[in-house]
């Protein structure tokens, strides 16, 4: 009997969704290509929505910046999350895109849209879903991010922190015609 109980136990711990940190439990990760000064901040946890969403997915808010001298391409088809044995967890694409309207020697002006005929990029799947506007809004958008800039939101992945204790965040940084430029690569750890 106590031991069913404690395997009933080990199964709702397993089960729990938990959320994605660094290895020193840090909610913010931060990677960096030195040669290009292309950057990208992930935070876990913080997703300000609706919970029952954030129980059923995995949400990474997620600032991209351009610190390079050309443009790159934010598409949802360069970003991927593996788990330590392999296992992709797909990523939910809301539609939210991204164009350049305006540029003046002081600032660019980019405008949000929900349109299906971006660039899907070149690396990996997706999943085209359909939300609730809150969710939709706030989703990190797709469009080609010029030099000087940083665009973000959040990205949705297929609920992937209840199946396995690490991770692996890959986002495939390429230029507008998909020629690669760096990779960023952030390494997770499920915390519960």
């Known amino acids: 009997m106590r031991s069913c109980v404690l395997a009933l136990l080990l199964l709702a711990a397993c089960s729990a969704p938990g959320v994605f940190v660094a290895e020193n439990g840090e909610h913010r990760l ?66 939210a895109t991204f164009e350049r309207v305006a540029s003046t020697e002081e600032a660019m002006t980019y405008d949000r849209g929900y349109e299906r005929n971006y660039d899907p990029g070149t690396f990996g799947e997706f999943e085209q879903v359909v939300v609730p506007g809150e969710i939709a809004s706030q989703a990190l958008p797709w469009g080609v991010l010029e030099p000087g800039t940083q665009m973000r939101g959040f990205l949705f992945f297929e609920s992937s922190t209840r199946t396995t204790d690490q991770a692996k965040l890959v986002w495939h940084v390429t230029t507008p015609d998909h020629v690669p430029i760096a990779d960023l690569v952030f390494d997770l750890y499920v915390a519960r």
């Open 30 to 95: 931060v990677a960096r290509d030195p040669q290009t000064g292309i950057t990208a901040v992930i935070t876990t946890g913080v997703w300000p929505g609706d919970p029952q969403f954030a129980s059923e997915a995995t949400i990474i808010h997620t600032l991209v910046a351009n610190n390079g001298a050309q443009p790159i391409l934010l598409a949802p088809g360069d970003i991927e999350l593996r788990d330590i044995r392999g296992f992709k967890a797909s990523l939910l694409d809301t539609g």
